[in-house]
């Protein structure tokens, strides 16, 4: 049982190159989020799924795509990269929402240079 | 609307206590709180729901006041392993997300 894993760890990008991050889960839940953090901005929700062909704007949607084809699979797409978006990512999935716990993959650390 | 945490930082001397309040201006149903460290994940601590009682974890603890859309996190005797940011996640009966807060960073020194 891995939990919810994240690919890559790392990347770094430059100005306008395009990239795909990758989340998986494998404890069959429903929902699933991906946030970005930045320095003492907290979690910031870019986009959610609510179930399997479903996707969602959350806070800060604007310069990224999500796909959820699978149920266990969760795609966050940057289509041309730009220096802000360098940040701390964090997917996390749930069985329910508010009444349930959020679990989070390790993270992404991505640069755009 | 994403809750206001505060304070924003806190640091402790061994076995002291501490105090982590959350506020939200909607109405909420459940209040989440996670730990997170330096270059890891939040890691999940409680739930506390609508009508439900204190709940408590280890020497943390927290409480949910209903009526005044406030939850407030308990560090009680706090040990070196209780360093770290922690967030309030909060979310409303019909809400199919939670809201973050800013985050509160404990510090505790030996």
């Known amino acids: 049982n891995a939990g919810v894993t994240q690919t890559p760890k790392f990347r770094v990008l430059k100005t306008g190159q395009s990239m795909t991050l990758l989340c998986a889960q494998d404890?069959?839940?429903?929902?699933m989020y991906w946030y970005r953090q930045d320095p003492g901005m907290g979690l910031r929700l870019i986009h959610y799924?609510?179930?399997?062909?479903?996707?969602a704007k959350g806070e800060v949607p604007d310069g990224y795509n999500v796909s959820r084809l699978k149920k266990q699979n969760f795609l966050l797409g940057l289509e041309s990269a730009a220096p802000s978006q360098t940040s701390v990512y964090f997917c996390?999935?749930?069985?329910?929402?508010?009444?349930?716990?959020?679990?989070f993959g390790p993270g992404t650390r991505l640069t755009v240079l | 609307q994403q809750p206001v945490q505060s304070p924003q930082a806190v640091i402790l001397r061994e076995g002291e206590d501490a105090v982590i309040n959350c506020s939200s201006s909607?109405?909420?149903?459940?209040v989440h709180w996670y730990r997170q460290k330096h270059g890891e994940a939040p890691v999940f601590l409680m739930i506390?729901?609508?009508?439900?009682e204190q709940k408590g974890h280890e020497k943390i603890s927290a409480s949910f006041n209903e009526k005044k859309q406030q939850s407030s996190l308990y560090l009680t005797a706090s040990q070196l392993s209780y360093s770290g940011t922690y967030f309030c996640?909060?979310?409303?009966?019909?809400?199919?997300?939670?809201?973050f807060g800013a985050g509160t960073t404990v510090t505790v020194r030996a």
């Open positions: 506390l729901l609508k009508g439900g």
């Open positions: 996640g909060t979310g409303g009966s019909n809400d199919y997300k939670l809201s």
């Open positions: 799924s609510v179930g399997e062909g479903t996707t």
């Open positions: 996390a999935s749930s069985y329910r929402v508010v009444t349930d716990t959020q679990y």
């Open positions: 404890m069959n839940h429903e929902y």
């Open positions: 909607k109405a909420l149903y459940s």
